[in-house]
């Protein structure tokens, strides 16, 4: 269990509807089974002092992220659109980082990337994190395999003590296993495993 305080951060990854509804256009299988439990982690963390951020995919209607314009997705979290919006019964309280914007691969909460460079660069997340004194971060959200992942290994190579909420996230599993090696990768990495509800 994590102990929630001011030097720690929940960081909720994507509980978006495109993800986390079952009409979304890349939706998660069980995505909408994490709403309640995010909602207990947010509750918790609020009450001790700790801080809530969001990461929010927020795609251009064309971008090479999307198969039709040469990636490997469907099209999902259209700006402005129903996919993109947070899930109607999400508790959505503290910032948000968008990722993605200029039509970039935004898997990490910390970085996006461009598809034809691969060039990196930073989102405001790390900043935001930095200025509250944060030390410790909790990852929860969608998805396990992928923005999870992503979001949780750049968090523990930045410094910052890393936490994954097992019961607060769920797998595309693309290929199957795919959750499960995520998980392994986290771990190998040094982030270390949680309960949202004890």
Sequence with gaps: MIRWDERTALLVVDVQNDFADPAGGLSVSGGDEVVPTV???IAAAEAAGAGVLYT??????ETPHFARDGGIWPVHCVQDTWGAAFHPQLRVSGEVVRKGTGGEDGYSGFTVR??????????????????RGVTTVAVAGLATDYCVRATALD???????TFVLIDAVRAVDL???????AF???????VRSARAIP
């Design 39 to 41: 909602n207990a982690a």
């Design 56 to 61: 929010q995919d927020w795609h251009p209607p």
């Design 114 to 131: 461009d598809p034809a460079s691969g060039h990196p660069s930073d989102t405001l997340l790390e900043s935001l994190l930095r200025d």
């Design 155 to 161: 968090a523990v190579q930045r410094g910052f003590a």
């Design 175 to 181: 290929q199957p296993g795919d959750g499960a090696r």
């Design 184 to 190: 392994e990768a986290m771990r190998r990495a040094g």
